[in-house]
């Protein structure tokens, strides 16, 4: 787990925060409806 989340980038932020929004994600998308298509995306 510790080497997936440094692959993220998400050593800078804290690992509950990295679990619920990544900081790529983030920086892409904010929050809302956004972040629930991207969500989908990824999924599919």
């Known amino acids: 787990m510790t ?4 692959v993220l980038g998400s050593s800078a932020a804290p690992p509950l ?8 994600l ?3 998308m904010p929050a809302g409806e956004a ?3 991207l969500l ?3 999924n599919e």
Not at 3 to 6: A, Q, R, T, V, Y
């Open 35 to 37: 972040y629930g298509d």
């Open 26 to 28: 983030k920086m892409k």
């Open 40 to 42: 989908r995306l990824v």
């Open 17 to 24: 925060s990295a679990l619920r929004k990544p900081s790529w």
């Open 3 to 6: 080497l997936s989340l440094n």
